[in-house]
């Protein structure tokens, strides 16, 4: 469903802006420095920036934007970057959305580049140009294909940790949680309210209490309306269904409350990249990288060699043999609720940062989520952790050759084409028919 067709979406899709934080190359917040925005030679407007560097000018509608900053506004001893770069010319700004760009600063007397780096809103993910990356350091299939990799280990494992939950849950009670989208989009949501506005919180505690609210969620999801329907010996047909009217409910309960603007992240939205080899990286997705390979890394540790994690195991390889021997099979689901649902909010928070807040996100996340919980094998965690990460690295790479359209399309494909070869995914178990 497009943003445009709901009432509520189309009365909100009228507010779009530009916006952005200049910092020193210390990093420094800068306050003070003048921000204009003008198209076709008419002013749109203008803003200061505040003590935290950031400024917000609203635009009337889609379009491209000249943005200029007021150079004789800088400090002393600071300059732009680049030659030209207190300029932007071609800032692209589509209905509904916030656009940020980035002014790169350099101390004064420093050799300005040749280059004039663009406004930029696209993650790590999307290889620079020759322009943007200044020239030919990172011209070249190769080098281009470096970056995409990079880009597709990110945003693999985005969609491992929010799939490696809805792995768990279909493993321990055979359910096909078709809201576990909306459990992502909660995560991004209520970080995005935690930590907007002069009084809010930093985003790494906005997004704690993020992994919290949606482990409270996916709690009362268990023990409120999957456990008594299990209790009633509910179908697993029904309960998909379920599923399916409560991701329907959520999501437009959000819509309406929230809007179908699609929304930054006020705190690291826009950064310099940094070079490392022949990639270049912002801090922000390289955090993003790290933390969620090593997140990664942690559930597979806690389901190896922990007494919940082998339980949880147990439960999904035989229900009934596990409850036999001991095992308090609710305990366990409610286990895999509440972890599953902190993991999703987490990833919602992450992709968020790497794309936009916005009603829908999760469900456009979901169908990545499911190819790489089948192509690694149905409700195997570890499988859903390999398959993401493949689903992820096929998406991004797949921009060497066509459109980044058609990115989740090639994603699907390869879901086919691996069950062609292997039906049971990477790390299933074969099933004999009959």
């Known amino acids: 469903m497009d943003d445009a067709s709901s009432p509520v979406a189309a009365k909100d899709s009228t507010s779009q802006s530009i916006f952005g934080t200049v910092r020193s190359p210390a990093g420094k917040p800068l306050a003070g420095l003048t921000i204009t925005v003008t198209r076709g030679g008419k002013k749109v407007g203008s803003a200061t920036t505040d003590n935290k560097g950031s400024w917000k000018i609203p635009v009337p509608g889609h379009g491209t934007y000249v943005v200029a900053l007021d150079v004789g506004t800088l400090p002393k001893g600071l300059q732009v970057r680049t030659k030209g770069g207190e300029t932007l010319g071609h800032v692209d700004v589509s209905t509904g959305e916030d656009q940020p760009v980035l002014f790169g600063l350099a101390a004064a007397g420093a050799p300005q580049e040749k280059s004039t780096p663009g406004a930029t809103s696209a993650p790590a993910s999307a290889a620079p140009t020759s322009e943007a990356s200044g020239g030919d350091r990172t011209s070249g299939f190769g080098s281009r294909a470096m970056q995409l990799l990079i880009g597709g280990i990110e945003y693999g494992s985005i969609i491992a940790i929010t799939a490696v939950g809805l792995s768990l849950v279909f493993g321990t009670t055979r359910l096909i949680n078709f809201a576990h989208g909306e459990m992502v989009m909660m995560g991004a949501v209520v970080a995005f309210i935690m930590s907007t506005g002069s009084g809010g919180l930093p985003l790494a505690a906005a997004a704690v209490v993020a992994m919290i609210a949606v482990g409270a969620l996916g709690a009362g999801f268990e023990l409120v309306l999957w456990r008594p329907l299990r209790k009633r010996g509910a179908g697993l047909i029904q309960m998909f269904i379920i599923s399916i009217g409560l991701s329907l409910f959520v999501r437009h309960v959000v819509l309406a409350f929230f809007g179908g603007r699609r929304r930054q992240y006020d705190q690291y939205a826009v950064q310099d990249s940094i070079r490392l080899g022949a990639i270049e990286i912002t801090p922000r997705d390289l955090t993003i990288t790290l933390i969620s390979l090593a997140i990664l890394v942690g559930v597979a540790l806690v389901l190896q060699h922990t007494r919940i994690g082998k339980a949880t195991r147990a439960v999904a390889d035989n229900k009934d043999l596990a409850e036999a021997s001991g095992i308090d099979v609710n305990r366990v689901i ?101």
């Open 334 to 434: 409610l286990v895999v609720w509440v972890a599953g649902g902190a993991l999703a909010g987490l990833g919602g928070v992450f992709f968020g940062l790497s794309e936009a807040v916005f009603w829908n996100m999760g469900f456009n996340l979901l169908l990545l989520m499911f190819a790489g919980i089948i192509v690694g094998g149905l409700g195997s965690a570890y499988g859903a952790i390999i398959g993401s990460l493949l689903v992820g690295l096929v998406a991004q790479l797949s921009t060497l050759w066509f459109s980044p359209e058609l990115q989740s399309a090639w994603a699907l494909l390869a879901l086919i084409v691996v069950l062609l070869f292997r039906p049971q995914g990477i790390l299933g178990r074969a099933e004999r028919a009959g």
